[in-house]
């Protein structure tokens, strides 16, 4: 394994005499996405804030590479209606280069928002433009937590397929907290299971399998393994009758 861009060893958070977090071990390498799931309550976002460096541990260490650039898309960004910011002001903070900026415009489609004031844009169209401003950042590490807030069906899949694309366009590796189990099983390398503590593990063939997985979830629905040649992880597909993401493309993708 290359050196991890973040590693958490024994980290615990303890909130009024609570554990929120219990002697988490956890690592992210380099272009690697990874899914982060679990029950509400389990903890989830407060390991986010961890791997970013917003929360500090109560209990253990956290290690990141030397200079790290991160990204960041949160569940949920308020806006103050008396701030006079478009969607364009907000993308020159960051600076970007015109190549750059003209890029992550056509590949999350906000061309037609660049005028519009933060505070009129639809959740689905906020998420597009959180994320494109995390991409002007160039990061190594892209952490989205819940990003599929707002979106309807049509753009929700595809930016479940965008995202899967990102370690090859943009060189970043991915941290996505996800409810969508779907998605986790179909486009995710490694899936962590956290509830408080690290339930299970591993790659979505190994974590389905997992007695932790099933007694938090279920053994309701059967996944299947599916390989693409030109893919280096393993895809698996739902058997029930949840919507099945769109053949994978390595041509732009439109949201």
């Known amino acids: 394994m290359s050196n991890p861009l973040v590693q958490l060893n ?11 977090l219990n ?5 992210i390498e380099p272009l690697e996405i990874v ?4 029950p509400n309550g389990a903890g989830k976002s407060s390991l986010v804030k961890v791997v970013l460096g917003l929360q500090a541990a109560h209990q253990g260490q956290r290690q990141v590479q030397s ?6 898309v949160p569940q949920r960004v308020h806006v103050s209606p008396s701030l006079p910011m478009r969607v364009k002001d907000l993308f020159a903070l960051a600076r970007p280069r015109r190549a750059q900026l003209d890029q992550v415009i056509a590949e999350v489609s906000v061309a037609g928002l660049l005028n519009t004031a ?31 807030q707002g979106l309807d069906l049509q753009s929700e899949t595809e930016l479940y ?13 991915v941290l996505m907290v ?13 899936v962590l299971c956290l509830n408080q503590h690290i339930c299970c593990s591993g790659t979505p063939a190994q974590v389905q399998r997992a007695p932790e997985y099933q007694a938090l979830f279920g053994t309701g629905r059967v996944w299947y393994e599916h390989h693409h040649d030109h893919c280096q992880h393993t895809d698996l597909h739902v058997t029930d009758t949840a919507v099945p993401l769109k053949k994978h493309s390595h ?4 949201m």
């Open 10 to 20: 024994g980290v615990s958070l303890i909130f009024d005499g609570k554990k929120i």
């Open 23 to 27: 002697a988490v071990d956890f690592a």
């Open 35 to 38: 899914s982060l799931i679990g």
């Open 67 to 72: 200079g790290l650039r991160m990204g960041y």
């Open 118 to 148: 933060l505070q009129e844009l639809s959740g689905g169209e906020r998420q597009r433009v959180l994320l494109a401003r995390a991409l002007l950042q160039s990061p190594q590490l892209l952490v989205l937590d819940e990003p599929m």
């Open 161 to 173: 397929q965008y995202v899967r694309e990102l370690p090859q366009r943009h060189g970043c590796a």
């Open 178 to 190: 996800s409810h969508d189990l779907q998605w986790v099983m179909q486009g995710t390398q490694r």
């Open 251 to 254: 041509q732009n993708v439109r």
